[in-house]
């Protein structure tokens, strides 16, 4: 059982973080669904509750999201889904049940950088940034990589753009961990692609590294996928290493293909708004 012998909600992130840095052992909490499952005793446990970081505010050129904005919040903020083509609310689609995910906070997700998450794969190919009371404002790519010690992660920034994306993941039974998950933007010119689940933290590959331009031809879409293929896969219960690798050329493939396909925001509105005009009664 999970145990606090103090319990704190401070006002700021400020005070968070310095009694984050008083005691070695503090620790941050946030939606506390996945702390509640550990069997430990905490000296101090830090409620962010308080702090006013539950709220999406859209500004000219991002979405800042709060660390304490549930999962519940954000996949169903219109204006965020349609941006990012849904790719955050195809990722948490699954996760256990919407009770689950109006608990679950965006922070302790991003914060915890789990092999398996969907959320980080759903945002790591966006133009995502992450500022920390503390370490300061990175690009959430470089938090997946190198981390941040210690830190309260305060907001996560989403830059606008025009993006084309698809999210895609195996899972063996609906709720279960994925087995393996890929997520690929195009924006600014340039094709994203992250790999998660792989069961290690997700990998994401651009530019060189990618090797996709942006009117691939199938040759060098092949190539690109065939990149995933050889990221360093594990086996667990869920799939073998192999088995993953097999999967992470074909959803590679499928999510690039799927946002290749996407128009601009703007005609898949006027199409929308076209197909549902009145139409008059013909003779
Ligand atoms: C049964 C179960 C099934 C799940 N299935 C999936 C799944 O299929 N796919 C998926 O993507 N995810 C899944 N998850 C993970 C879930 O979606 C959340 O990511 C997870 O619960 C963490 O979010 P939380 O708000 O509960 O964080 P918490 O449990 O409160 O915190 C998690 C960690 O992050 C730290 N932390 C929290 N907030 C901050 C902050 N703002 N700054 C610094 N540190 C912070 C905490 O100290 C802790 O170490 C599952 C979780 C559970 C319990």
């Given at each position: 059982?999970?145990?606090?012998?103090q319990?704190?909600?401070p006002?700021?992130?400020?005070?968070?973080?310095?009694?984050?840095q008083e005691?070695r052992?503090a620790?941050?909490?946030?939606?506390?669904?996945?702390?509640r499952?550990?069997?430990?005793?905490?000296p101090?446990?830090?409620?962010?509750?308080?702090?006013?970081?539950?709220?999406?505010?859209?500004?000219?050129?991002?979405f800042?999201?709060?660390?304490?904005?549930?999962?519940g919040?954000?996949?169903?903020?219109e204006?965020f889904?349609?941006?990012?083509?849904?790719?955050?609310?195809?990722?948490?689609?699954?996760?256990?049940g919407?009770?689950?995910?109006?608990?679950?906070?965006?922070g302790?997700?991003?914060y915890?950088r789990?092999?398996f998450?969907?959320?980080?794969?759903?945002?790591l190919?966006?133009?995502?940034?992450?500022?920390?009371?503390?370490?300061?404002?990175?690009?959430?790519?470089?938090?997946?990589?190198?981390?941040a010690?210690?830190?309260?992660?305060e907001r996560?920034?989403?830059?606008?753009?025009?993006?084309?994306?698809?999210?895609?993941?195996?899972?063996n039974?609906?709720t279960?961990?994925s087995?393996?998950?890929?997520c690929?933007?195009l924006?600014?010119?340039?094709?994203?692609?992250?790999?998660g689940?792989?069961?290690?933290?997700?990998?994401?590959?651009?530019?060189?590294?990618?090797a996709?331009?942006?009117?691939?031809?199938?040759?060098?879409?092949?190539?690109?996928?065939?990149?995933a293929?050889?990221l360093?896969?594990?086996?667990?219960?869920?799939?073998?290493?192999?088995y993953?690798?097999?999967?992470?050329?074909l959803?590679?493939?499928?999510?690039?293909?799927a946002?290749?396909a996407?128009s601009s925001?703007?005609?898949?509105?006027?199409?929308?708004a076209?197909?549902?005009k009145?139409?008059?009664?013909?003779?």
């Amino acid at each position: 059982m999970l145990k606090f012998e103090q319990y704190v909600r401070p006002d700021t992130p400020q005070e968070a973080f310095d009694l984050l840095q008083e005691n070695r052992l503090a620790t941050i909490i946030g939606g506390m669904m996945w702390l509640r499952l550990s069997d430990r005793t905490i000296p101090v446990g830090i409620d962010l509750s308080g702090c006013g970081l539950n709220t999406i505010e859209e500004t000219d050129g991002a979405f800042i999201i709060g660390a304490m904005v549930t999962l519940g919040q954000l996949e169903n903020h219109e204006a965020f889904k349609q941006m990012t083509r849904g790719v955050f609310t195809d990722g948490v689609h699954d996760i256990i049940g919407t009770q689950f995910r109006n608990l679950a906070t965006v922070g302790g997700s991003a914060y915890a950088r789990m092999g398996f998450s969907d959320i980080v794969t759903a945002l790591l190919p966006l133009d995502t940034w992450c500022e920390f009371t503390g370490a300061g404002t990175m690009r959430f790519a470089d938090f997946v990589n190198g981390g941040a010690a210690r830190d309260v992660l305060e907001r996560i920034v989403v830059k606008k753009h025009d993006y084309r994306a698809s999210f895609q993941c195996l899972r063996n039974s609906a709720t279960d961990f994925s087995t393996l998950n890929v997520c690929a933007a195009l924006w600014e010119n340039e094709w994203h692609l992250a790999v998660g689940a792989r069961p290690k933290k997700a990998k994401f590959l651009e530019g060189d590294d990618l090797a996709l331009p942006v009117g691939f031809t199938n040759e060098q879409l092949a190539a690109a996928c065939e990149n995933a293929r050889y990221l360093n896969y594990g086996t667990d219960r869920r799939g073998s290493a192999e088995y993953r690798a097999e999967l992470a050329e074909l959803l590679s493939r499928r999510a690039i293909q799927a946002a290749a396909a996407q128009s601009s925001v703007e005609e898949e509105l006027a199409r929308a708004a076209e197909a549902n005009k009145p139409r008059g009664i013909s003779q």
